[in-house]
C-alpha cells in the first residue's frame, strides 16, 4: 500500500490549483488505493513533513498486518501521537459527532494530565499515573466517572494492539461502582412546570424571534421525543404531513436508530411557521457544527429556566414525553422505539418505575394469587391436622438370593 499526500485547500486559499504546495496553512490528506478500493481521509495536520511520517506509519501498519506480525514499539510515540491516531481510528467508525467529541474531551484531558507530570511518551504512562489521575476526578455522577473510565480503556487497549506500549495499564483500573440508582437522576417535568416554562419564553430578554424558536423546539421535544440536537438539527423534509397527520420522520444524531412519530397538528403547523434563515431546516443556521447549534440553543434553555424558576435541562422535555407515555398505560416496548433506543432494556433502566401497564399486570397477578388459598401438599396437610398418622413400613428380604428364569432375583415383603 502507498500513501499518496495532498493539499485539501481552503476555499479562500490562493494555491488551490496546486494541491502539492506545502507552505500553506490548508489541511494534508492522504489517499491510498487497496484492492480496488480508493480510501481519503485527513492526516489531521497541515504540516507536510509530520503528515508524511504518519503516511509512512500508515504504510508499516499495512505491511505487518499482510505478514502477520505485530507492530513493535521500537520507536516511542508521544501521548499527542497516540491521541492523533485514536481519533483517526475512531473517526473511521462513523461515530456520531458528539460521540467523538467525548472521546476528544477525556484525551484532551489526559494530555493536560501527562503535560504537568511531564509524560512525554504514552508508553511511560503507568497503572500508578492513571490512578493518580483519577482520584482527581470530579463528575456529576458515578456513571458519568464510568464512562469517562471507559473511553480511557478504549483508549490505551488501541494502543496496546497497535504496538504503541508493551503493556495496557488502564486494564488493571478498578471497576467504578454505580451505587445511585440511575432511575432516580430522571426527573420528568409535571404538568404545572411544563406550562410555567413555556410561559417564561416571553419573560426573558430574547428577541421575539428567538423566543418564538426556542418554545417551538421545547414543545418539539416534549410531544416527539427527540434530544436536543436531533431538534435543532430537524430538517424540513423530515417533518412528513398526510393530510391533518404529521409525523416526525428521522434518524437519532447519536446512534442512527430510525424515528417515526405522530406530533399533534397544532405542533406541524407552528414548525411551518418558523422563520429560519436556512431554507433546510427548521432551526440550525446550517453554517454552524450540530455542537455549536445545540450550545447556542441550550444557553437559550437556561434562560427561560431561569426565568422560570425552575431547575431544569433540556434533556428533561424528552423524559417527560417518555413518562406521560408510561402513565397512559402504552406500551414500553413502543415507547422505546418512538424514543429510538437500541434496546428496550435501555428504557426499561430509566423507566421502568413508570410503566403503568406492567405494574397494572403486576397488581392483577398478585391479587388474584391472594385471592386463592395456595397449594398445600397431603402430608403438609396432615401434618397441620396434628391426627397421628399411620404409616406402614415394609422390609425387603432377599430370598436365598436365587434368581428366576428371567435371570432377576425374587424378594420376600
Known sequence: ???????????????????????????????????????????????????????????????????GLTAKPGVPKTVSEAIVLYMDNKRGEDLAINTLYKHKLTLSRLQEFCDREGLLHVKDITLAYLTTWRSHWTYESPLAKRNNQERVKGFFKFCYQAGLIPANPAAQLSAIQIKVDEANSVRPFEPKEYEQILAAVGKTTMTPRNATRVKACMQLQRWSGLSLVDAVCLSKDELVQDGKTFRVRTHRRKTGVHINNVIPAWLGHDLLAIKNDNSKYFFASGTATPKGAVST???????????????????????????????????????????????????????????????????GDLATAWGKPPKVSKIETLRRSKKPVQVQVFAFQQSNGQRDKNGSRSYER
Open 1 to 67: 500500500m502507498h500513501v499518496i499526500l495532498y493539499k485539501r485547500h481552503k476555499q479562500d486559499c490562493p494555491h488551490q490549483a496546486d494541491k502539492h504546495y506545502k507552505r500553506c496553512d490548508c489541511s494534508v490528506w492522504f489517499e491510498w488505493n487497496l484492492k480496488g478500493k480508493q480510501t481519503r481521509k485527513t492526516s489531521g495536520t497541515s504540516t507536510w513533513e509530520t503528515a508524511a511520517k504518519k503516511a509512512r506509519l500508515l504504510e508499516k501498519q499495512h505491511e505487518d498486518a499482510e505478514l
Open 297 to 363: 440553543f441550550d444557553k437559550m434553555y437556561r434562560r427561560v429556566f431561569k426565568a422560570a424558576g425552575v431547575d431544569g435541562s433540556s434533556h428533561e422535555f424528552r423524559h417527560t414525553f417518555s413518562v406521560e407515555l408510561l402513565k397512559a398505560g402504552v406500551d414500553i416496548r413502543k415507547v422505546s422505539k418512538a424514543l429510538g433506543h437500541s434496546s428496550v432494556l435501555i428504557t426499561e433502566r430509566f423507566y421502568a418505575k413508570w410503566n403503568k401497564a406492567q405494574q397494572d399486570i403486576l397488581d
